[in-house]
Nanobody
């Protein structure tokens, strides 16, 4: 089991920045790929960024060049630095942890943190 707790959300003006953090506990953090997803009202949850166990990254096209995902295995924490925020980035942001083990995929989710981009 992995417990994930997000923090850092809030209200920011367009063009501003926020850094989300996700603290993990309950298992060996470095064994998991970590991701950030978001869900806006009336829309499906979508992948924002993901970082593998070896720190390779991938991003949604809509955030490339603006968002950066990183991980600190010593602190059991994954971050999402969000710059040049736009109103369309408004959503609840969820942290995830996943790994494949014994032919099964294990996925864990945090409770989410609200990000609102508005003037």
């Amino acid at each position: 089991q992995v417990q994930l707790v997000e923090s850092g959300g809030g209200l920011v003006q367009p063009g501003g920045s926020l850094r989300l953090s996700c603290a993990a506990s309950g298992s060996i953090f470095s064994l998991y790929a970590m991701g950030w997803y978001r869900q806006a009202p009336g829309k499906q949850r979508e992948l924002v960024a993901r970082i593998s166990q070896l720190s390779s990254t991938n991003y949604a096209d809509s955030v490339k060049g603006r968002f950066t995902i990183s991980r600190d295995n010593a602190k059991n924490t994954v971050y999402l630095q969000m710059n040049s925020l736009k109103p369309e980035d408004t959503a609840v942001y969820y942290c995830s942890a996943d790994r494949d083990r014994g032919g099964e995929r294990y996925v864990y989710w945090g409770q989410g943190t609200q990000v609102t981009v508005s003037s």
